[in-house]
């Protein structure tokens, strides 16, 4: 189900997307199956390449998304194949976000390796 939100967020545009559909992919994030976790981050990294605003990209808000998907990767079990997915959607994120500076965010991706 949680695939089909980029879908959803093209056809609904910016607006709605970052007010009814962020709030849901945050959610996803307390799910207790790593999967949806997984699925929660590339959704994530879909829609701010290609939906969400360059304002709410480099937000604290999105920041602390990525450090809260850091921390949850380091609680689930995952599989190697979905640690490979996530550690390709993380570097995604870090571009897309352009914080190149940004202290702790190389180190969080480090405990994850």
Request: include cysteine.
């Amino acid at each position: 189900m949680c695939s089909h939100l980029i879908h959803v967020s093209r056809y609904i545009g910016q607006a709605s997307s970052e007010e009814k559909v962020l709030p849901e992919i945050k959610e996803l994030l307390e799910d207790e199956e790593g999967e949806v976790v997984t699925e929660a981050i590339v959704q994530f990294q879909k829609h701010i390449a290609s939906v969400f605003s360059d304002e709410l990209v480099q937000a604290q808000d999105a920041l602390d998304i990525f450090q809260k998907f850091c921390d949850l990767t380091l609680e689930h079990d995952m599989c190697m194949i979905d640690l490979a997915i996530l550690l390709k959607k993380l570097g995604k994120i870090i571009v897309s976000m352009n914080r190149p500076t940004e202290p702790g965010i190389l180190q969080r991706i480090g405990k994850l390796v």
